[in-house]
Every structure is written in structure tokens, then in C-alpha cells.
């Protein structure tokens, strides 16, 4: 037969204080893994999200970054040839040539540093397709004209429509507003690719995003490519590119598994001692229950489920904690991309994955407190003062 | 400290308890020493003045480091500026071993020479005859102490890096001896000349060092030089060590607020569950505690010993975590943890763990400790249990 639950939750209500204490403990932990992991995904999510899946972006073979490619105009002449790209109007490949700048501000000017995009006006929207103007207007070709990414806009009051950000010499106008799914790209502006070249004095062009008509498109291009003599060039789809870019991201998992798994063992060790400490004061009332009749795997159990109480409460004030914190956001640099603001918000998935943890913390902290308690012999027990 | 055995007595009244406590609180400072050695570590590598040599550098004005490079001819007419006394151009580059895209080796391209001069202080520990090796030798390379380790190399082994930027391409050295100064200990040092011809195009400069005569002559370095080039085509932007460091930093921010922030709650944490472990030791021993009281302690004693007693327990267990943390960082190669393998633990954060040890002890010791210093002698003797 079980021992009654209501016994071991009375029990926990009792020795409130021990109860609290060991719950916000294991609380914390869980809290430190949910905000911690809530960034190190939402980063990664940002990176993955950024581009499209229908996008292939297309540099020379050995660049690891799109900034040290560079694509030779025999290497468009090459990439017109090839089938697969979608069209646009005219019946042109959607093939947009793209250059990047990461262009210094001012001393003073927040931030020190903005990354420019240049792309040939009708290229923009038509292959970036997740991309959607919120204020003004695209850029007029070669007129200094930039769009600025939501993010940046929303970061720096002075980076809005109508407002002013330094390339080169001179203080560009900023002539539109523009989110794209919340990827890395709202941490970037978009410039027309020749304006920038010529300003710039930029005699290069880094890299190719082609937009495809289907995945088998994109297989079939990035087999052709490698097998082609004619060029050194190699294609990787967008999204794949930028998430693997996201070393940031990688970084701070690893930060929240390391934390959050040496945190645990401390945690651990604390409900040890809460929960022999419990079984300590309760030796009489265990030999009790054992005289009555209660078998031994029942004892375990019950302090087991106990300790789980425990460790379940412990798992929600850290659920709540890292919810109440979701409104905390970090300014976070990724290759070639800036900095980008990430919030503190935890998924479903992550909150479960939390209190999995505080439910794991309470299993292990249990276990051996829970065990002694059903081998305590039952007149040693009775006799305890 | 007439009652230390008092103490050492009641912290090992319950063996298990106290273990278990100082290993929790170890095992938070850490984790604590571990995160603060990433922020610290950081801050002073790139923060600290040189305060010996002052040091400044010239790049290109409008691209962010490395974006644009300045001609080679700049050199002699940086030279010929007042007050300055060396100029050295130097090349960025990165590289891996083999296909390892994880594994990245960073550093520049120097001329040894005018290295020699310009930082000595971060050449320091490197002795005459590598020096003249590397002025001598073309495939030399000098590697830091912390690099040589974690990729496994000997001095006087050839080592084959595949090139990603500036270029992609192959070079193969041979590592002729290694630094240990914190700036080097991480990156690797190699003759621009040999890079030069390995990436092969005209030489462009990625940025000029500079020794200045002293720090009072930054401001009229910087005027002249920005000067002699502004309207050219290569114009300059010259900023002291400190100063271009300092931006560096700047994209930190975001990850140390978080970092600093868990740091924090794991020592809440923490506190929770040792003032848990205090609470239930001095619940154990309320019927001593009066006897004590009727004998004549007197109650601002009680809360002394029972506060002393925490923080010793804290400070064993806390030193020992820190402690702990400073032999596995020197230890341990750490390699697969990127930016967190890279650095040991300074004396200064484990002096901070210890000093917070201390703290902990008596933040978690002083609700108990008060507690009993206000027990009512008679009722505590009467009560049951």
C-alpha cells in the first residue's frame, strides 16, 4: 500500500522555511538555464531566420566568409548560363550581385560601426523576398539613398526615416524602414551596390544570392558548380550560410549547459541535505508507518515524490523567473552582421525543458535520502529521541 | 579565536551537511570565478594602458578594421612626422588547420625589426636569439603560449595553415619560438613579407603601428597624420592603442551584462542554500543554544559564533571552488570551448571568490544566527522535540 501524499505535502508545509529555501535554489538554476539557453536560441533562431530557404547564396570556392569572395564578371556571365533561377518580369535570372561594407561612424556615434549592403535596386525585394518596407520608400540608384534594418531603427532614435548615417565621406540619407522576419538582416542597411562601389572606391563585388525555383533547383546548381572548370565558385543556401556564421549563439549554449549543469550539482547537494535532514526529524514516524505496515519501497517513495514536490515547485518559480525576465535584451555581435538585440524570451519547449531539469535535480537529490529512509530498522527508528 | 574549536566542533557535528554545503558553495564560486575570469580577462587584455610605450595606430578612415587597406607608401611620409619615432605596417590574417572550421588561428603580419621596437613590452619574454631568428627567418613564426598549447605544437615544428583571410591560400611555418604576454598568448605572429608574397597582388597595409615620443604628443600625431592624407584617396583615421581597444570592447557589452548577470544569481542562489544548510544546523542545536544562554553567553555572541561558523564553512568550501577553478583553467586545454578556453583564471578573481565566500557566509548566516541569538531560554528548554 502507498503512504499517503497528503502525509509528504504536510510535511513540506511544515518545515516551510527548509521547503522555501531549497526551492528557490533549484528555482535559480533552472532560471539561469531558461534565460541564458532563451538567448543562446533566440540568437540562433535570428541567424537561422535570416535569408531565405529559396535563396542560394553563391561565393568562390574557399571563402569561408562572404568577405573574402569575390565574384569576377566572367563568373556572372558563367551563372546566366545555368538553369534554375527564377525569373523576373523581363525574364532575367533573379541573380543579385551584392557587396558589403562595414562602414565606420564618426568618433563618438553610436554605434562605432554599421554594416552596409549594396544591391542593385531591383533586386532587392524580388530575391530578399522576406524583406517589407514599414516607412518610405527604396533607394533611388546612385543618389546616396539607404534603407535602414527595424532593428537599427528601433535601437537608434537618430537612424530613423529622414534621418542620416555616415559611409564613406558622406552622411547618407536614410529613405526607408524595413523588417525581414526578425532575422540578422534588420541589424544592416541596403545601399544601391554602384552608388556604394563608386563612393567607396570598392572595385569588387562579394558574393551572388540567387533566387531558385525549387529545391531541387538549388541541388542541381550547387552540384553544377562544384563539377564546373570554368569558375571557382561554390553555393550554399542563405539560411544554412548565416546559422552556421552564428558563433555567438554556439558560444552562449555552451555557456548555459556548462553553468546551468555545475549550478545543478549544487542545487543537488542542497536538497540532499534538505531531504535527509527531513527524514532525520521524521525517524519516529517512519518506524511508525513501517510498524503499521507500510513496505519499504513505499517509504522510498514517498520521500522520493517528496523531494519531486519539491524540485516540481522549484522548477515553476523558475519558469516564472525566466519568464518575468523576458523582457531583458542583449545587444549580441555576429560576424559581418553587427550587433543584434535579443530577447530573453523563453519557448515552451524551453520552460518544459526547465522543469525537466528541476524534476531531474529532484529525482538525483532524493534518491539517497529516500532510500535511507526505507531502510531505517523500524525499532532504531521507534526509539529515536 | 578562543572558540574556533566551538566552531569547528559544530560544523562537524553533522559531517554529511557541512560536505555537502561546502561543496555547494565551491561549486558556485566556480562557476563564478569561471565567468568572471571571461569578463575580467577581456577588460584588462583590452582596456589596460600601456603606460610605458605610447602607441598609436593609423588605418583607413571610412571601413571598419580591415575593410579597406592603406597603401604601402604611406609609410614613409607617416615616418617623417614630428614626434614620431617608429612605424611599422602590419596585415591581419586568419587562418585553419586543414578543413576545421571550428578551430581558427588569428594574427598579423609583421616586420620584426620595427616590431621589436614598438612593443616591447609585449615581446618582452621573447629572447635575443628567436628575436633574430624571426628577423632572419621568412617562414618564421612566433606563436603565443596559450595558441602553441591548445593546437598541440612544439618550438621548431613546421606547422600548415590554410589561409582564409586576406586570401585564401596555403603557407607553412616554422614555429620558431612563443610568447606568453596576454595580448600574444592567443594569436601568432608572421612576416609580412612572407605573407605578401604567399596571398601575391600589390602590398596594401591593414594598419601602422606607431611609436610616439610621448603620450602628450597623441593629439598633434593624430592631427598631422589625418591630415597630410585627407582629400587623398587613402584617407587615414589615427587613434591611440587605448582608444581603438576600447571599440573593440564595445561589442562585448551585450554578452558581459549577461554574464555578469548570471553570475549574480548563481550566488543568490547559492546563498539560499547555505543559509538553508545554517538554519537547519542551528535548529538542531536550539536546546544548546539556551543552555549556553543560561550559563551566561550573552545574545550578540551567540549570533558572532553562529555567524563565524557559516562563514568558515562558506570560505572552505568557496576558497576551494576558486582555487579549484585556477588549477583546471591552467590545466585543462579547453579547446572545443572557443572563447572560454582561452584564458586563466588571474589571482585577483580568485581573491573576489574568496571575498565573496566570505560574504555569502555572512549574508546566509545572519537570518539563523539572529534567530537564535533571540531564543527565549526557558521556553527553548521546554519545548519538545
Known amino acids: ?385 | 579565536m578562543k572558540y574556533l574549536r566551538l566552531l569547528l566542533k559544530n560544523l562537524w557535528r553533522n559531517p554529511r551537511r557541512t560536505v555537502l554545503t561546502m561543496l555547494s558553495v565551491g561549486v558556485a564560486l566556480f562557476v563564478y570565478c569561471g565567468m568572471d575570469t571571461l569578463v575580467t580577462s577581456m577588460k584588462t587584455l583590452f582596456l589596460s594602458e600601456s603606460s610605458t610605450k605610447a602607441r598609436m595606430l593609423v588605418r583607413e578612415k571610412y571601413g571598419s578594421a580591415g575593410m579597406v587597406q592603406l597603401p604601402e607608401a604611406h609609410e614613409e611620409k607617416i615616418r617623417r612626422v614630428p614626434h614620431v619615432v617608429e612605424v611599422e605596417p602590419t596585415n591581419f590574417f586568419a587562418g585553419m588547420i586543414g578543413n576545421d572550421k571550428t578551430n581558427l588561428i588569428q594574427g598579423n603580419a609583421v616586420v620584426p625589426e620595427l616590431g621589436f621596437r614598438i612593443f616591447p613590452d609585449q615581446l618582452e619574454d621573447v629572447p635575443e636569439h628567436v628575436r633574430a631568428t624571426f628577423t632572419s627567418q621568412r617562414d618564421a613564426f612566433l606563436v603565443g603560449k596559450n595558441l602553441l598549447k591548445k593546437q598541440g605544437w612544439k618550438v621548431g615544428q613546421t606547422v600548415h595553415l590554410r589561409l582564409m583571410w586576406p586570401k585564401p591560400g596555403e603557407i607553412s611555418g616554422v614555429v620558431i619560438g612563443t610568447g606568453a604576454h596576454p595580448k600574444l598568448t592567443n594569436w601568432m605572429l608572421m612576416r609580412r613579407d612572407y605573407l605578401l608574397d604567399v596571398i601575391g597582388g600589390q602590398g596594401k597595409v591593414d594598419m601602422f603601428w606607431m611609436l610616439v615620443d610621448s603620450p602628450g604628443s597623441f593629439g598633434q600625431v593624430a592631427r598631422a597624420v589625418d591630415g597630410m592624407f585627407e582629400n587623398s584617396d587613402y584617407e587615414t583615421r589615427t587613434e591611440t592603442e587605448s582608444q581603438f581597444f576600447s571599440n573593440v570592447m564595445g561589442w562585448m557589452g551585450g554578452l558581459f551584462s549577461l554574464v555578469q548577470g548570471v553570475s549574480l544569481i548563481v550566488l543568490a542562489a547559492i546563498t539560499f542554500v547555505a543559509g538553508n544548510a545554517v538554519a537547519m544546523s542551528v535548529r538542531e542545536r536550539t536546546t544548546e543554544i539556551a543552555v549556553m544562554k543560561a550559563i551566561g553567553f550573552q545574545s550578540r555572541t551567540i549570533l558572532t559564533l553562529v555567524v563565524c561558523e557559516s562563514v568558515l564553512g562558506a570560505v572552505a568550501g568557496g576558497g576551494g571552488g576558486s582555487m579549484a577553478a585556477y588549477v583546471l583553467f591552467k590545466v585543462l586545454p579547453m579547446k572545443e570551448l572557443g572563447m572560454f578556453g582561452m584564458f586563466t583564471v588571474p589571482w585577483q578573481t580568485v581573491a573576489k571568490g574568496c571575498a565573496l565566500s566570505v560574504v555569502i557566509g555572512l549574508t546566509s548566516g545572519l537570518i539563523p544566527a539572529w534567530r537564535a541569538s533571540r531564543l527565549h531560554i526557558v521556553n527553548t528548554l521546554r519545548a519538545v522535540g
Open chain 1, 1 to 385: 500500500m502507498k503512504v499517503p501524499f497528503s502525509y509528504n505535502l504536510r510535511n513540506l508545509w511544515v518545515r516551510k522555511t527548509s521547503t522555501g529555501l531549497t526551492i528557490v535554489g533549484i528555482g535559480f538554476v533552472v532560471w539561469i538555464f531558461i534565460m541564458v539557453m532563451s538567448v543562446a536560441q533566440g540568437l540562433q533562431k535570428k541567424m537561422s531566420q535570416t535569408g531565405e530557404t529559396d535563396n542560394l547564396l553563391i561565393t568562390t570556392k574557399e571563402a569561408q566568409y562572404e568577405f573574402s569572395s569575390v565574384i569576377e564578371p566572367a563568373d556572372l556571365h558563367v551563372l546566366r548560363t545555368y538553369e534554375g533561377f527564377q525569373k523576373d518580369d523581363q525574364g532575367r535570372p533573379l541573380l543579385s550581385l551584392e557587396t558589403l561594407f562595414g562602414a565606420q561612424q564618426p568618433p563618438g556615434v553610436e554605434p562605432p560601426i554599421v554594416f552596409v549592403r549594396g544591391v542593385d535596386a531591383d533586386r532587392l525585394m524580388s530575391v530578399h523576398t522576406g524583406m517589407r518596407l514599414t516607412k518610405g520608400r527604396v533607394f533611388r540608384p546612385l543618389s546616396r539613398e539607404v534603407v535602414v534594418g527595424a532593428m537599427l531603427a528601433e535601437k537608434y532614435p537618430r537612424l530613423h526615416e529622414g534621418g542620416t548615417v555616415r559611409i564613406g565621406k558622406y552622411d547618407w540619407k536614410i529613405v526607408g524602414v524595413f523588417d525581414a522576419k526578425g532575422g540578422a538582416f534588420e541589424s544592416i542597411f541596403y545601399a544601391d551596390r554602384q552608388d556604394l562601389k563608386t563612393h567607396l572606391r570598392l572595385n569588387r563585388d562579394f558574393s551572388v544570392t540567387a533566387k531558385m525555383q525549387s529545391p531541387q533547383a538549388m541541388r542541381g546548381v550547387m552540384a553544377a558548380l562544384e563539377g564546373d572548370k570554368r569558375v571557382s565558385l561554390r553555393g550554399r543556401p542563405e539560411q544554412a550560410y548565416y546559422e552556421e556564421q552564428a558563433q555567438t549563439a554556439r558560444q552562449m549554449e555552451i555557456l548555459a549547459y556548462l553553468v546551468s549543469i555545475i549550478m545543478a550539482v549544487g542545487a543537488v547537494f542542497g536538497a540532499i541535505n534538505t531531504m535527509y535532514a527531513a527524514v532525520a526529524g521524521r525517524s519516529r514516524e517512519i518506524g511508525t508507518l513501517r510498524a503499521l505496515g507500510f513496505q519499504q519501497p513505499a517509504i522510498l517513495q514517498a520521500f522520493l515524490g517528496e523531494c519531486l514536490v519539491l524540485a516540481f515547485l522549484g522548477g515553476m518559480v523558475g519558469c516564472l523567473l525566466g519568464l518575468a525576465t523576458a523582457g531583458a535584451h542583449f545587444d549580441l555581435p555576429e560576424q559581418g552582421v553587427g550587433l543584434m538585440r535579443v530577447r530573453a524570451i523563453p519557448t515552451w519547449r524551453l520552460l518544459g525543458g526547465g522543469m525537466a531539469f528541476a524534476l531531474l535535480m529532484g529525482a538525483i537529490g532524493g534518491w539517497f535520502p529516500a532510500w535511507h529512509a526505507s531502510k531505517l530498522e523500524i525499532v532504531a527508528a521507534l526509539r529515536k529521541a
